[in-house]
């Protein structure tokens, strides 16, 4: 344990800022998979909600700074091309 106030400080913030990365990253994760469960069915204006919504959180997510730019696009494109293929 830190027994310096600042590092006691820094303990303090890092945590919070976790809790919420995995929070952003929870709920991203949810929207892709909604988006891939409806591609999976088969139905299209179901996936057409879905898959805006899901880009829309992996945008967020990358501005936030929790994705790294190429990971974010390359889940974007993979949903986008799940999407046209069905």
Known sequence: MANIKSAKKRIKVISKKT???KMIKSATKT???K?????E???KAAAAVACKEA???IDRAYT???FH???AAR?????????NAM
């Open 19 to 21: 809790l919420r990365n």
């Open 31 to 33: 929207a892709v998979k």
């Open 35 to 39: 988006a891939l469960a409806a591609i």
């Open 41 to 43: 069915a088969g139905d």
């Open 55 to 57: 880009v829309s959180a």
């Open 64 to 66: 936030k700074g929790i």
């Open 69 to 71: 730019k190429n990971a």
């Open 75 to 83: 889940k974007k494109s993979t949903i986008q091309r799940l999407y």
